[in-house]
């Protein structure tokens, strides 16, 4: 069954310090990997897509990285803002219809000044 | 430009009663998604259209659930004889060419339905 799991659950971290977040996924056959962020309230909006042969793509303050032989990706954040808090999301695409996108439950991280 | 729209933002509803939810789309935008996304849990795939017609509907979670796409734009998800286990907020998603590949997908804000 493909799976996408991720952690930790929730993160609380001070104004201003990195942190990483952890995605792990039994999807195949695997297409491309995406990172969202999800504000309270409002729909995701995508961070990063990243396919087969990319291990690490950034956009500002976000880096993701995948390692396709361990299935796993992780999302960096550095110098964290109060803007930062919300729910991150790792969605998985098995590039077979998109009945097999498959949805992590999230990391929700709060940014406490 | 304008995002994609959802209505209504929050809709009550007795058990037993049909509900409408409707997603404008990014103009332009050929593929549109909808999502259903519950408490505590990951978002969850419903189906998917391509223009007017719905390649993938093999998400949607039983025969009360229902969505058209009209004009290949505005589309309405349907929920006939709702259940309180319906109650999730609906997702609605657009992205410019659909298919596979990495064809970005843009989210509304969610319709919050509840179903006492």
């Known amino acids: 069954k493909n799976q996408v799991e991720q952690s930790p659950q929730s993160l609380i971290i001070l104004e201003g310090k990195n942190c990483t977040l952890q995605?792990?996924?039994?999807?195949?056959?695997?297409?491309?990997l995406r990172w969202y962020k999800q504000d309270t309230g409002r729909g995701p909006v995508s961070l990063t897509i990243?396919?087969?042969?990319?291990n690490t793509k950034s956009n500002g303050r976000y880096t993701a990285t995948l390692d396709a032989d361990t299935k796993q990706s992780s999302l960096h954040i550095t110098a964290s803002q109060l803007s930062d808090s919300a729910s991150y999301i790792c969605?998985?695409?098995?590039?077979?219809?998109?009945?097999?996108?498959?949805f992590g439950k999230g990391t929700m991280l709060l940014v406490s000044p | 430009g304008a995002g994609v729209s959802q209505s209504p933002s929050n809709k009550v509803t007795e058990k037993g009663k049909d509900v409408e939810l409707r997603c404008d789309p990014i103009?332009?935008?050929?593929?549109l998604y909808w999502y259903r996304q519950s408490l505590g849990q990951g978002l969850e795939f419903l189906i998917y259209?391509?223009?007017?017609?719905?390649?993938?509907k093999s998400g949607l979670p039983s025969d009360r659930f229902s969505a058209e796409r009209t004009g290949g734009s505005v589309s309405t998800l349907t929920i006939q004889r709702t259940q309180q286990e319906d109650s999730a907020v609906y997702l609605c998603?657009?992205?410019?060419?659909?298919?596979?590949?990495?064809?970005?997908?843009?989210f509304g804000p969610g319709t919050r339905l509840t179903v006492t």
């Open positions: 998603a657009s992205s410019p060419r659909g298919g596979q590949g990495v064809d970005e997908q843009y």
């Open positions: 995605c792990n996924y039994t999807v195949s056959p695997f297409s491309n």
């Open positions: 990243m396919t087969f042969s990319e």
């Open positions: 969605v998985v695409s098995a590039g077979e219809g998109y009945s097999t996108l498959t």
């Open positions: 103009s332009g935008h050929t593929a």
């Open positions: 259209f391509q223009g007017n017609s719905a390649p993938d």
